[in-house]
């Protein structure tokens, strides 16, 4: 009787063991993205992908501006000196954007293109994270970030770092936004952009050259936002041109002279909404 009773307990418990075992030997382990801060993160892989892993992006909206009026290449605007332009063309080029979090760690594009030199031996790496502004675009793609957390602070420069500058154009890939033969001066050089102006009195045409090295001007806004690992980001970005060329006399003053002047109207020509 003992040991029917203990045959009957066996059993079972024998069966269950088995069952377990065939179960697990079946069971095969998936592949997948295991980077938490990736937009593809999957939380029932069991072995990480070889670059699978893809990360969120980052979105620039720009809303192109004349004191609270936006910008029409028709209009005649006066600027505080009392002179009548229109806007034929511009382009700014903003680069070198980066995210500070409540820990201080700070993100930053996280693609970048390998490009040459005017000199064909001078290789190096530019971060995808350029926009070049101009008048028909309002959307730009930033690449790749991976931030997250509670974001306090948001940067970028006007221009682009002295070494970025000396860019062979044949080197960038067709649809950069760098490839373009408009923002090459007379020597060769990447500009960080232009404005194209029409005096009304005169008829002439007026154009600013932003030659001067002027990467170390760096844009910076306070921010409050809480941002979930995987979440793209977008930024809408308010820039006002009339403000931008405050003070600057277009008819006498040099193109550095006014280069100067815009670097001091950056802080209230650039809003982010």
């Not at 682009?160 to 007379?186: F, G, M, Q």
Request: with cysteine.
């Amino acid at each position: 009787m003992i040991i029917g009773k203990r045959l009957k307990i066996i059993k079972p418990l024998a069966g269950i063991i088995a069952l377990i075992f065939l179960v697990s030997s079946c069971y095969v382990e998936r592949e997948g993205c295991l980077d938490i801060q990736s937009a593809n993160y999957d939380l029932t892989a069991d072995i990480a992908c070889d670059d699978c892993c893809s990360y969120p992006s980052l979105t620039l909206w720009v809303t192109h501006q004349t004191n609270e009026v936006l910008l029409s290449f028709d209009s005649i605007y006066f600027n505080d000196l009392g002179q009548g332009f229109q806007f034929v063309d511009y382009k700014l080029i903003l680069s070198n954007f980066s995210f500070v979090d409540d820990q201080q760690k700070s993100y930053q594009a996280l693609d970048s293109t390998e490009v040459v030199g005017n000199d064909p031996s001078n290789a190096f790496y530019i971060k995808d994270d350029i926009a070049v502004v101009n008048r028909s675009d309002i959307q730009y793609s930033l690449g790749s970030f991976n931030a997250s957390g509670n974001l306090e602070s948001l940067s970028f420069d006007l221009g682009l770092k002295s070494e970025y500058r000396d860019i062979d154009l044949t080197s960038l890939p067709a649809d950069h936004p760098l490839n373009d033969s408009l923002l090459i001066d007379d020597a060769g050089d990447m500009m960080n952009g232009y404005f194209i102006l029409s005096d009304i009195a005169t008829s002439d045409t007026i154009v600013i050259q932003l030659q001067k090295d002027i990467s170390n001007q760096i844009i910076n806004f306070d921010i409050q936002a809480s941002v979930n690992p995987g979440f793209s980001i977008e930024l809408n970005l308010l820039i006002d041109y009339l403000f931008l060329l405050f003070t600057a006399d277009i008819q006498n003053d040099t193109n550095e002279t006014i280069c100067n002047k815009m670097l001091l109207n950056l802080p209230t020509s650039f809003i982010l909404q």
